[in-house]
């Protein structure tokens, strides 16, 4: 059967955290409460698509380092894991920077007391009215017409209204969307592509009447000087919003009773600081050669302005980094390789090419320390709500020798490396060896992040089957690997479909659900199980009982073939390899 793709942009993001909370992926935390913004807890099925993300991580990166391809260097990629604390002595951010300067400007709405990122704020500047004539031409016909148009250059640097989103093709989408986003406004079209200023062009409709807008980011330092002069978002209202503040993102605590000053902590806001601090300790004892690299996976928190999209951005959430220590001349080839290869390793996991871009970053986008280094890049991942934009996955990044310098400076503690195996040769033709700070390529990936983008991308609607839609998630990733039915609950179907369950469950349980229901009709139970993305359904029914067969039905095609009850372990093995 040939597959149906149902591009981002029109998977409804409103549908797929529906079908989280119904499914048990993901559910709000503390909703009994009322729930705790920026906070997500993972159901039963989330929990178990969270743990095949990771498991793959750990074994494609820790355990089989990039599936036993070899570096630029022609050398095998060896890795080692650690697993710091969560809690750190508070100078290891301050070496870090992230005291200083871990901040994002932040705006509020004193009225609402709604909070926003100001660097989040896209501002509508409406440049001119639509005579009423052209207004009233047929959608494509106006829309080709303003297509061509070219934005006079003089248009106020004072947004009419300002719409919340990080970029302007997010708000341009979340518009069209959500006309309700700008008082009055009843509907709201891009008319072009976002442009290197980062601005795009959209015709609004008020009524009778449309407007042609510049969306896009608006002048912070404006912003600070005459905030009165903005219009807050939603409600439009002037005179509301205060200036940009500098907000440290890091969750403060106090370690031991007293909780003074000289006692605060932070949660930490990125493990990879927790692998550099460890750095020695891992050279010293693990007989580890250059080049190598240090995994870890773990909670992260950070205390974000404006938490949204679901989980793409949280107050906690996990992370999974790679910090790749090399020798500096063999920096730049070693950015290239784990830049592509994780490029790759999405791919591998079930992320469509289509979906999923490389974004080298431009120069100025560069923290200070990068600007000397090969470069950073993002691995981005279209979601529904960055649709036809995209939005961060992971980052990879030449960090030079910024960290273990810095961590040099702030502890005393000489973090350099000796290389028995370079520098000049003695006379005896051996190298006399080579004392140098390594530099760093991290790869960062987010897991949270990758398990939503696994969630959109298995995401598929199809209004042909009973449950409306179904999510195709590769065999590998799925929560419940398979589901064992017996037709119906009577005759000996019940205890065959229990004996093969069993048996499913001791050869396939590590890796995830075996279900087992009788209950309900076959088609409900087929339903429930397209819905959590479960593979494999085997029934048991009456001609079982006859010639031990069992059928299978395909969750993707929905075709069904009769294999031999002793054939299903092997069938299962072989399918979920894939
Ligand atoms: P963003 O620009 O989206 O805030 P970032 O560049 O600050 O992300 P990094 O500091 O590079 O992110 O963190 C590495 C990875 O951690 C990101 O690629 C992302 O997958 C994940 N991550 C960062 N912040 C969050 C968050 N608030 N919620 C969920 N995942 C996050």
């Not at 149906?4 to 909370?21: F, V």
Request: glycine residues 8%.
């Amino acid at each position: 059967m040939a597959e149906r793709e149902t591009p981002a942009a029109t998977k409804s993001m409103d549908d797929i955290m529906a079908l989280c909370k119904r499914r048990g992926f993901i559910y709000q935390a503390s909703e009994i409460y009322g729930g705790i913004n920026g906070f997500w807890d993972y159901g039963p099925l989330g929990a178990q698509l969270k743990k095949n993300l990771r498991d793959a991580w750990w074994n494609d990166v820790v355990m089989v380092p990039c599936g036993g391809r070899r570096g630029p260097t022609g050398e095998p990629v060896r890795m080692v894991p650690v697993d710091s604390c969560i809690i750190q002595h508070p100078r290891v951010w301050e070496a870090s920077g992230h005291v200083e300067g871990f901040n994002d400007p932040m705006v509020d709405d004193r009225e609402t007391k709604a909070r926003y990122r100001a660097d989040h704020l896209m501002g509508v500047f409406v440049v001119w009215e639509v005579p009423k004539h052209d207004a009233q031409k047929t959608g494509a016909e106006l829309m080709s017409a303003l297509a061509t148009l070219v934005e006079p250059q003089s248009s106020s640097p004072y947004p009419e209204f300002m719409v919340v989103a990080p970029h302007a093709a997010e708000a341009l989408s979340s518009l069209a969307a959500d006309p309700k986003q700008i008082p009055r406004l009843k509907r709201a079209q891009p008319i072009n592509a976002v442009r290197g200023d980062g601005a795009a062009l959209a015709l609004l409709h008020f009524g009778e009447r449309a407007f042609v807008a510049r969306v896009g980011p608006v002048d912070l330092a404006l912003l600070g000087r005459e905030p009165e002069r903005f219009p807050a978002p939603v409600t439009g209202k002037k005179g509301v919003l205060t200036p940009p503040r500098a907000f440290n993102l890091m969750f403060k605590t106090y370690v031991g009773a007293t909780a003074t000053e000289d006692d605060v902590a932070y949660l930490r806001p990125e493990t990879a600081q927790g692998i550099f601090t460890n750095f020695k300790n891992v050279v010293d004892t693990m007989r580890v050669k250059m080049p190598f690299g240090i995994a870890q996976m773990g909670k992260a928190f950070r205390n974000e302005v404006t938490p949204r999209n679901f989980t793409f951005r949280s107050r906690e959430f996990e992370q999974m980094e790679i910090e790749f220590f090399c020798h500096p001349s063999e920096a730049r080839a070693w950015y290239g390789f784990w830049r592509d290869w994780r490029m790759q390793w999405w791919e591998s996991v079930g992320l469509k090419g289509e979906n999923l871009v490389l974004r080298e970053h431009a120069t100025d986008e560069l923290a200070h320390y990068a600007r000397e280094g090969a470069g950073t890049s993002d691995i981005e991942y279209r979601f529904p709500f960055t649709a036809p934009g995209y939005g961060e996955l992971e980052g990879v990044a030449h960090r030079t020798d910024f960290d273990l310098r810095r961590h040099q400076e702030y502890s005393g503690v000489k973090l350099d490396y000796f290389d028995a195996e370079r520098g000049e040769r003695g006379p005896s033709g051996q190298p006399r060896g080579e004392r140098y700070l390594p530099h760093v390529i991290e790869p960062s990936a987010g897991l949270d992040r990758g398990v939503l983008a696994l969630l959109c991308e298995a995401f598929t609607p199809d209004p042909a089957r009973a449950s409306g839609v179904f999510l195709r998630f590769r065999p590998r990733m799925a929560p419940i690997k398979a589901a064992v039915y017996p037709l119906v609950n009577r005759e000996a179907m019940p205890e065959v479909a229990a004996r093969l369950h069993a048996d499913l469950v001791g050869r396939f349980g590590r890796d995830g659900f075996i279900e087992f229901d009788a209950k309900q009709t076959i088609g409900k139970r087929y339903a429930r199980m397209d819905e959590a993305g479960c593979p494999f359904c085997f029934t048991v029914d009456g001609q079982s009982l006859q010639d031990m067969t069992v059928t299978v039905r395909d969750r993707d095609t929905q075709q069904q073939e009769r294999i031999g009850l002793d054939a299903v372990p092997a069938f299962l093995a072989d399918r979920l390899a894939r």
